[in-house]
């Protein structure tokens, strides 16, 4: 028995992340299918859920939550004004409220939602494969028990971290949350460069998708630094010294760390905007 048995989580927006979360509760079986319901305004995705997780779904909110232990919130960060007002009056005052709205603040949820039970959470596009990162913090009012729940929740999509300035999950953001869109322009790259030499799409992505999976393997799995594997491998007047030279030479190291700066950043902007 886990602290999720004989609870009722409700999820606000049954999109893919909503989906991610679902299908890693029932599949660690920490949860029962009838325990979960599903809220969302298309007709096709609560079909979805009810026959694919047999679940319950909704497109009522009020209904969603009203009786719901936890409720996740996984809409659009603009949808948050108009769907915290079909919220009000019908959330339980004990319910956690677990968001993993892009740039919402814990201030901008607790002001629209009326609550005090707020955990803030930024998950990334691998929890779609329960091989996602998430940090996230939660508000004084969140006893822990709830913690613990959230863990729970959460560990359901990966890993999870939980942190203790709410300003990590903006940088979470930047570098968790954004990261696999770096990461896909990479191997996007380095297939494209594959076929240029001659292999068909299908090997080159093969060897690619295997080079990148096989070299964070070794990572975990060795504990050694990077720089240090990567040494390893980079032989003097060899092969990979002349590829790292030129990848040098482009300041890979430095636009990779802009374009993260810069996604934390906007995702500060975002926050802004929203509590405006």
């Known amino acids: 028995m886990t602290s999720l048995h004989g609870n009722t989580i409700a999820f ?3 999109g893919a992340m909503g989906e991610a979360m679902i299908k890693g509760l029932l599949t660690r079986e920490l949860i029962a299918a009838d325990h979960i319901i599903g ?4 007709a096709a995705r609560r079909d979805f859920i009810a026959n694919t997780y047999h679940v319950q779904a909704t497109d009522d909110n009020a209904r969603a939550v009203h009786q719901a232990d936890i409720v996740v ?18 959330l339980q005052p004990t319910a956690l409220i677990l968001s993993i709205m892009a740039g919402v603040s814990l201030k901008t949820l607790q002001n ?3 609550h005090e039970r707020i955990v803030r959470a930024m998950p990334n ?19 822990a ?11 359901a999509l990966g890993e999870q971290i939980p942190v203790d300035k709410e300003d990590f999950i903006d940088m979470q953001t930047g570098l968790g949350g954004s990261g696999p869109g770096f990461v896909f322009l990479i191997i ?12 068909s799409r299908p090997d080159a992505q093969k060897i690619v998708l295997q080079t990148i999976a096989g070299s964070v393997a070794l990572v975990k799995e060795t504990g050694k630094h990077p720089a240090e594997l990567r040494n390893l491998v980079t032989s003097a007047g060899g092969t990979t010294a002349a590829g790292i030279y030129e990848l040098e030479k482009g300041g890979i190291r430095t636009t990779l760390t802009n374009a993260i700066l810069a ?10 905007l929203t509590e405006k």
Do not use: C
Request: hydrophobic residues 45%.
């Open 12 to 14: 606000i927006g049954s």
């Open 112 to 114: 629209a939602l009326g």
């Open 263 to 272: 996604a934390y950043r906007r995702s500060q902007e975002l926050g802004r």
């Open 145 to 155: 028990q709830q913690r613990e729940q959230t863990a729970l929740l959460l560990g």
């Open 73 to 90: 919130m996984s809409i659009k960060p603009q949808a948050l004004t108009a769907v915290a007002a079909t919220l009000q009056g019908y």
């Open 125 to 143: 596009t691998p929890a779609q494969v329960n091989m996602g990162v998430t940090a996230w913090i939660a508000t004084p009012g969140v006893d």
């Open 39 to 42: 809220s969302d305004p298309v």
């Open 188 to 199: 996007e790259a380095m297939i494209d460069a594959g076929v240029q030499m001659g292999f």
